[in-house]
């Protein structure tokens, strides 16, 4: 089994941050997605979408999406549970992990692409005002999140949940997005601080 990924993408540190809270581990095999390593073979022929992370099973099996990678584990691992125990629970963990990447992590990464120099050469039709209006919608989700997390500790309730693995990485992917914590995201910043001291935050 081999998981492809790029050390300082964001979608492959969900997975990564998620095999870590397993106590899963799984040999990586870094492409440097900048450089365009991820449009040559092998992972252009494992993934028509050109994207990572890629996970190869040895029978060849091809698994990609971050959130299809971290289901196998869920049910090969069981432990902890990372997507919630019963209909109730798995739904609401579902929900915002949904919301999060829909209006948080994807808004931040399309302000990124559509808006910075480098992203040229994987967003060739670059669109300046999608990465501005893209950075408003991260704003507004921010503002909507704080609001949130006043009345509970984790991103889907009481529980640390697979929410909070990619609420982790899409703020600190902020930056991409010349967004940040501020003082008026103390709910959030008390939340953040709390995932960014857990070991697996460092995977
Ligand atoms: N929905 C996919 C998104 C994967 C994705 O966008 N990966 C980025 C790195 S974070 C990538 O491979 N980008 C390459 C490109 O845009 O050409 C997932 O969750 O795995």
Redo the contacts with the bound molecule.
Sequence with gaps: MQLYQ?PK???????RVFLAEKGVSVPLVDVD?LK?E??QPPLSDLNP?????VLVLDDGTVI??????CRYFEVLHPEPCLFGAGALEQAVIEMWNRRI?RRLLDPV?QCF?HGHPAMAA??PRQIKEWSVLSKDRAADMLAMLDAEMAARPCIAGAAFSVADITALCAVDFLRAARLELTDAHANLKRWHGEISARPSAAA
């Design positions: 790029d993408a964001v979608n492959p540190r969900r997975v997605v365009g991820h449009m979408m050109h994207r990572v992370p990609a999406e971050s959130m299809a990678i990447e990464s692409r994987l967003e």
